[in-house]
């Protein structure tokens, strides 16, 4: 996999025409509007993508709703909110294999205002041995793994390590005209905000709201070839260990702890060379989980690791720096906005929330009951 690094590059991002509470319109309209802003930002025409993906999504339905109609590679690969860093890996391989040149990935979810909303499928392991006894919806999942690393690395310390990262990830989101959330969060916010499902407040979980985003993959002689600087692919890997949160080996470490290793040796780096990580914030305790599996810190060790706002806008680790699912944007699968907000930052495109001159970035997505997970590498020359 080495000699695929840097073999593609993005070239284009963007989110739909308006995101946030969205009434009006439907998740092919979403994917539509962010796709063709994708397109434009890189510079490119519709004519030139023969390469789709989606995740949730028809590809067929997509491609035909936007009038793209000769299409060499497609995919639809859907394992929750990861399926968009897993996305970048598919289109780096499908070029490489030469099935298409330019990979169109696109999200459109319409997570708060959709107006039909299918019920579980009752033959799912989950349905027959989990919801009958009240494991329903994600906060509660989560909230029971959160429960168990409060167990063993303590209640006090875990619970000073979820208020952290809410409260750094609202004031990166203040600096984003686009985030949902834009009032200050203190402390005291956080921990009198209401419960959700112990050991969560409010402010643990994310939003639920609607908009579509968009990337674009190429290879390297097309990318070199368009207005903006591309942005490298230079590590990559996915996988997943289980489905349903009661079968997850151990609800205090993901599977990022094989993905980040992973991409980081195809990059040729290590932690200390990313300048930037994009980590998936379902929940504030999928950031302390995901930092400890990717080997930022070791097991236990998070709380301290983000202690005294290290993430937050001035400190030492930059993370989230869009606020995040936690108050920028969350539409059902997050994991198209950290690709996004990534390209940006390494583009200086970010306005007031811009760094200083970043090179590198990882990404980790993270799908299902903390189920799925992909890590990307990306540079920028």
């Known amino acids: 996999m080495s000699d695929l690094s840097r073999s593609v590059a993005i070239v284009g991002v963007a989110e739909s025409d308006e995101i946030g509470k969205i009434e009006n319109k439907s998740n092919l309209q979403l994917h539509a509007e962010a796709a063709f802003n994708a397109i434009e930002d890189a510079g490119m025409k519709p004519s030139d993508i023969d390469g789709i993906v989606t995740a949730g999504t028809s590809t067929l339905n997509t491609a035909e709703f936007m009038g793209l109609n000769e299409i060499k590679y497609t995919d639809s690969t859907s394992v929750g909110g990861s399926s968009f860093e897993i996305h970048i890996a598919h289109a780096m391989a499908a070029i490489n294999a030469g099935y298409c040149e330019t990979v169109l990935v696109t999200h459109g979810e319409a997570g708060r205002s ?5 019920g579980p499928n009752l033959s799912d392991p989950a349905s027959q041995y989990e919801i009958p006894y009240g494991f329903i919806g994600m906060p509660i999942n989560y909230s ?14 875990t ?4 208020a952290e990262i809410a409260v750094s990830t609202r004031k990166w989101a203040i600096k984003n005209p686009k985030a949902y959330m834009k009032d200050p969060m203190t402390f005291d916010d956080y921990h009198e905000s209401r419960w959700i499902s112990w050991p969560f407040h409010l402010f643990d979980c994310c939003l639920v709201n609607d908009g579509g985003g968009a990337y674009i993959v190429t290879k390297k002689e097309i990318a070199t070839s368009l207005p903006k600087k591309p942005v490298w692919v230079l590590g990559v890997s996915e996988g997943h260990d289980h489905g349903i949160i009661s079968q997850m080996p151990d609800l205090t470490s993901t599977w990022a702890r094989n993905t980040g290793p992973a991409a980081l040796k195809m990059a040729g780096l290590t932690h200390d060379d ?8 379902s929940f504030t305790y999928t950031v302390l ?4 599996s990717l080997g930022f810190c070791k097991p236990g060790e998070g709380p301290d690791f983000v202690a005294n706002q290290r993430t937050a806008p001035g400190g030492a680790f930059p993370m989230n720096t869009n606020g995040g699912g936690l108050s920028y944007c969350h539409t059902g699968m997050y994991g198209m906005f950290l690709v996004l907000e990534a390209v940006r930052q390494l583009r200086g495109e970010t306005g007031e929330r811009q760094l200083d001159d970043p090179k ?8 299902g009951a903390l189920s799925s997970t992909g890590t990307i590498v990306l540079a920028i020359d």
């Not at 990313?274 to 914030?281: G, P």
């Open 114 to 118: 959709a107006r039909n909303r299918p």
């Open 144 to 157: 029971m793994a959160c429960m168990r690393y409060m167990h063993l690395y303590g209640e006090e310390r």
């Open 159 to 162: 619970r000073q390590a979820l």
């Open 274 to 281: 990313i300048d930037l990580a994009m980590i998936y914030d």
């Open 289 to 292: 989980a995901t930092l400890e």
């Open 360 to 367: 590198t970035c990882l990404i980790n997505g993270t799908g």
